[in-house]
């Protein structure tokens, strides 16, 4: 294998040095340049992540690929890295997006090609980076770093509004960190010296300390998530942003904060998240149902799909917080098909956008009459936003469902309540955007899908249909790491 | 009373640019204006002789006192000092072609530098309250004549005369501290003085009367709230050249001092001072972090974020660790080589009667030269702490310091200040990024400074993603002089 022991390495290092290539390609006149590059980049990226997944073991909970040098021994923090069947899946996932990113942007950009795309290339490093991070320390450094570029992707080449998003998505996800920070320093000297995130794993906590720890990681991740209250930076961010970094935004950026409540709140302070789960349950509730009720009534599409982001994220943070095995696996499982059900959407509005420069409703309708393959894959992907059985939107949402009704009959009521919301909400809108008569004339002369974007929307129609109808490989990877995090999780660390 | 020669081997930089600014002052008056940038380039040629000295004079874990234990020279003084000359080389370079646009590449700037530069050196090496106060009043003196140098700015007058008020202001408390402890331990010495304080010497009243006054002092030369209303005029009215060495070279002086004073003198009465520190940090990050979002002027906000960025330095000194030390010591480094890089950004955009001073002439920077937009770009997340630039790792060990030391609660406070601090960073670069330019004069700078700048914002980065060299260094240096 050409990878040796620092396939990890490589999966962080290929997209941040073609970055840096694409960077210096400099000015727009080499555009065309900078874009085959990214691409090239992008799919190097992928293409080096693959063997995670054909050579993952789905036997062991173990961290794998494991890679450990000191990096900065004053402080006692190291370069450590590894994967468990958490974290893969999502490197797969960022991997993958960055690609359709790359292509999404290809004709769209015109301004400053190679700084965009390489803001996406390093992001999508760094991203990786942050999965992989197995030293507490080398993890922030991955998960603050990484909201530079998107700072820069947003207020560069956002919509009229973008600076302000810019700003407030920054701020916002800082004060959630910068806490989180202080956190860590502490379980370093709790540990004595170690910022390892195993050894903060291990370590016995009283409950108070617990609880002001998780309320610590609380902040920053439920800023990421974004739950309920501390989601109105997301609608404005998404919004603004150009469709790549809404792409990112919602297939990568929001399971960040799903995943450190996987990796940081659950082991490390586990009775602290038995003691807060229903406060966290109660979050998610309400963001499952008040922002579906939100999404209702947007007039604006991509407003629509990001409130419908935070609203299926509430699944992710409910299925997390049931302390059940199938719960955990749904959420997930809906982690991921929500990364390709929403950089569907997300493209999808792109796709319109291009076209008429307009995301608001009202100035669609009758678009099955002049793009009839474009409204095939929208009605694809707004069923899997549905849930439809048979996509992969369907299969996180049921197993998380499902997991509710085990632990409060009222949980998963309100839970499904979701399924009829999100019917509205997207059927209402695709309805008013692709059928009706065509009133507008420029709605009449817009162009049916161009190869490029057919191919972009066909990989993950493939991929959402794929998942809905056999999510065994995807499941089979989590398996042990969830058995194995619920196991820790049912333990008290109390001393 | 024996004297030889080999006394004064300790200190022989200070000898050696103490002849050589000398030499450089006459040997002016005898060229012509357009031979000055001979004068330029013998003030670099000095810095280097300091440095080969410091650098073969070096003695490792021995710590050397001389002139009756009134001068030190131990790992900490060599280290600082070959910083600082490495800093002053570096204002030089960035201020050439500024000084001469405006008229200010004249002999005098070069030489009151040098002394400058030398009372800075004194300071670091002192050991006794004397040679401190000595090594600060010519540092002072010299600095108080450079912001004025530019005759005919009312600003600068105006700057120049209010540190001159304050500066003799602080150097009166300063005094009177000194005298109290004086009183209270019959001693100047400071090494004395640790010892006596250590055994209990001493009426407790006098001592902390003392103290509050000396640690008043201190504030008032690091800047720090409530001592800190210089700060913002002085940087502002003082030439850019000025400026940058006010803000970066004489941090490595007052690091210096405080260590001298607090950490070695002064270490017994660690209980009084932690708390004293305790306000002026919080009050300064407070102030300098809220004030610097309501500036328009590039110079004055860098100048409040200058206070912030001291008031988080005495977070790393009040935790009165080894650990604490040295993570300031870092931290001044940290905040001398991004600061260098800012100021020297400013004096690069500008132009012959024309001052990038203010925020809005950072606007569109990407659009008019996106690689010094970007070497602005990462020093703006330094001075922010953003990962992964040096300004991280230097908030991460002050902050881990402190969290050590106990106080969990001034490192909750200290990251909620740097979340604003946070804010006007960010607009600078919303300034450079998002926005179009309404300059649109092409950026020439001379290679030098385009070589400099380029190295010094990569090395924000570099530092940052490898910062075990620089952060050991510190530690080794702090360890082996205390």
Known sequence: MLAGHHLLSL??????????????????????????????????????????????????????????????????????LGVDGISMPLMLLNSFTTVLVVIAGWRVIQNKVSQYMAAFLIMSGLINGMFAALDAMLFYVFFEAMLIPLFLVIGVWGGPRRVYAAIKFFLYTLLGSLLMLVAFIYLFFQCNGSFEILDFQ??????????????????????????????????????????????????????????GFLRFNLPIVPDASHYMAGFIITLSLIAVVYIGLVALVQSDMKKLIAYSSI??????????????????????????????????????????????HSRQISDYGGLAKVMPVFAAFFMLFSMANVGLPGTSGFVGEFMVIMAAMKVNFWYAFLAAITLILGAAYTLWMYKRVVFGDVVRDEVAKLRDLVPREFFMLAVLAVLVLGMGLYPLPLTEIMHSSVNNLLAHVAQSKLP | MNFSVRDLMPMLPEIFLLAATCFILIFDLFLSDRRRHVTYLLTLAALLGCGWLSFATMTGSTVTYTMHGMFVDDLLSGTLKLMLYVTVAAVLVYSRQYLHKRGMF?????????????????????????????????????????????????????ASMKYFILGALA???LLYGMSMIYGATGTLDITQIGLLLQAGVGNSTVLAFGLVFIVAGIAFKLGVAPFHMWVPD????????????IGTATKLAAFAFVIRLLAQGLVALAGDWQQMLVILSVLSMAIGNITAIAQTNLKRMLAYSTIAHMGFLLLGILAASI?????????????????????GMIMLLSRRGFEADKLEDLKGLNQRNPWYAFLMLLLMFSLAGIPPTIGFYAKLAVLQAVVNAGYTWLAVVAVMFSLIGAFYYLRIVKLMYFEAPVDTHDIRPALDMRVLMGVNGLAVLALGILPQALMSVCLYAVEQSL
Request: glycine content about 8%; aromatic content about 14%.
């Open chain 1, 11 to 80: 999966v962080i290092w290929v997209p941040i040095l073609s970055g840096v290539l694409v960077l210096a390609t400099g000015s727009d006149r080499q555009a065309v340049l900078a874009r085959i590059l990214a691409l090239f980049g992008a799919l190097a990226g992928l293409f080096v992540a693959w063997p995670l997944y054909t050579q993952f073991n789905v036997q062991t909970a173990d961290m794998q690929f494991t890679e450990f040098s000191s990096w900065i021994p004053a402080l006692n923090i190291n370069y450590h």
């Open chain 1, 202 to 259: 291990a370590l016995p906590l009283s409950l108070p300390v617990q609880i002001l720890l998780f309320i610590a990681f609380f902040m920053a991740f439920a800023v990421k998530v974004p739950m309920w209250p501390v989601h109105t930076w997301l609608p404005d961010a998404h919004v603004e942003a150009p469709t790549g970094g809404s792409v990112v935004l919602a297939a990568i950026t929001l399971k960040i904060g799903a995943y």
């Open chain 1, 311 to 356: 609203s299926h994220m509430g699944f992710a943070t409910l299925g997390i917080f049931l302390f059940n095995t199938l719960g955990m696996e749904g959420a997930l499982v809906q982690m991921v098909s929500h990364g390709f059900v929403s950089a569907a959407m997300f493209l999808s509005v792109g796709v319109m956008y291009d076209r008429l």
């Open chain 2, 106 to 158: 004249r002999g005098e700037f070069f030489a009151l530098l040098l002394f400058a530069t030398l009372g800075m050196m004194v300071m670091i090496s002192a050991s006794s309250f004397l040679t401190l106060y000595m090594g600060l009043e010519l540092l002072s003196l010299s600095l108080y004549a450079l912001v004025a140098m530019q005759r005919d700015s009312a600003l600068a007058a105006e």
């Open chain 2, 171 to 173: 150097s009166g408390m």
């Open chain 2, 234 to 245: 002085v940087y502002q009215g003082a030439p850019t050249a000025v400026t940058l060495f």
């Open chain 2, 323 to 343: 650990d604490g030390y040295s993570s300031a010591m870092f931290y001044v480094v940290a905040y001398v080589i991004t600061g260098l890089g800012s100021f």
